[in-house]
């Protein structure tokens, strides 16, 4: 499996990062994880506690190294599946470039649709994958057409990851769950992905 993921928060100090590095622990070389913020934080460093967070979920030992960096179209353009930690985030991806708006998601909304995925759902991107479509953008098209499919959210604020930037060690914490976690969901997803591709081959 090929392709370029982006991750993109709002000072890309905090949520995205971390988001970009549980994907890449994961996944092969082949696939291109980046992050970037809609007000990045430029020359800034990640803050401690988020480090401390993601350490204790196995996570978070490049986050030292890592260096913000902003969002712009040419980054939304070349990926093939954009995660947004919030739909702030979601949004301005759009405004950067309205195409792009049927590959990305939030991080959270990803998780409901894969949730809704049916072994139907499963098959269509399995035969797009077989009929040439780039993997991750056959993944895209798959969940954005079950985005009527999945229950709203009892509240749109739960398609969102908390902005822990400048609180306490508590909510650093756990947005680091919930991006794990997220992340965790997302990869199952990629999983699936990754065999069809491997059959298709």
Not at 19 to 47: C, I, M, N
Not at 138 to 152: C, I, K, Q, S, Y
């Amino acid at each position: 499996m090929t392709g370029t993921i982006l991750c993109v928060c709002t000072g890309n100090l905090c949520r995205s990062p971390l988001l970009a590095q549980v994907l890449r622990t994961a996944l092969g070389p082949e696939v291109r994880v980046v992050s970037a913020g809609t007000d990045a934080a430029v020359g800034g460093s990640v803050p401690e506690a988020t480090t401390r967070a993601a350490l204790a979920l196995g996570f978070g030992a490049g986050l030292p190294e890592h260096r913000p960096r902003p969002l712009d179209r040419e980054l939304v353009d070349s990926a093939d599946l954009v995660v947004a930690l919030a739909r702030e985030h979601r949004g301005a991806v759009a405004r950067l470039s309205p195409r792009a708006s049927r590959r990305t998601f939030t991080l959270l909304e990803l998780g409901r649709l894969a949730g809704v995925m049916t072994d139907r759902d499963r098959s269509a991107l399995h035969e797009r994958i077989e009929d040439g479509q780039a993997p991750l953008a056959a993944l895209a098209v798959t969940l954005a057409a079950l985005r009527g499919h999945a229950a709203p959210p009892a509240s749109p604020v739960d398609l969102d990851v908390v902005d822990p930037f400048g609180a306490g060690d508590g909510v650093h914490a756990a947005a680091a769950r919930e991006i794990v976690r997220g992340g965790r969901q997302l990869l199952e997803v990629l999983d699936d992905v990754a065999g069809a591709c491997s059959v298709a081959a």
